[in-house]
């Protein structure tokens, strides 16, 4: 089970953590993703980590503001995210999958999804 928090409202330019907690013993062996979706648009890939955390990808849209980190002893993937702008507004999931392969193949089929938390950006 998959649960983000952290999620807010926040002016243009400020910043956000947002946090998502695995239940299970098992989250060192699924890469973490974090993915988001805005009113009226699909669900798009913002970042992801490997099993270990050595390797990170990201959205050309968010690469160097959004910052993806894991901490396998909490159970716990992190997005930092600075610099925000109002398109940046959207519901934020997280999600895990057997294998970072599908970040850099970018076909993105990720095994478990958690409920989103909405981060707002105001202008």
């Known amino acids: 089970q998959l649960q983000a928090s952290g999620g807010g409202l926040v002016q243009a330019g400020g910043s956000l953590r947002l946090s998502c907690a695995a239940s299970?013993?098992?989250?060192?062996?699924?890469?973490m993703g974090w993915f988001r979706q805005a009113p009226g648009k699909e669900r798009e890939f913002v970042a992801g980590?490997?099993?270990?955390?050595?390797?990170?990808y990201y959205a050309r849209s968010v690469k160097g503001r959004f910052t993806i980190s894991r901490d396998n002893a909490k159970n716990t993937v992190y997005l930092l995210m600075n610099s925000l702008k109002p398109e940046d507004t959207a519901v934020y999931y997280c999600?895990?999958?057997?294998?970072?392969?599908?970040?850099?193949?970018?076909?993105?089929?990720?095994?478990?999804w958690g409920k989103g938390t909405q981060v707002t950006v105001s202008s």
């Open positions: 299970g013993r098992t989250f060192s062996s699924y890469a």
């Open positions: 980590i490997s099993l270990g955390g050595s390797r990170t």
């Open positions: 999600a895990a999958v057997g294998s970072d392969y599908v970040f850099a193949r970018g076909d993105y089929g990720m095994d478990y």
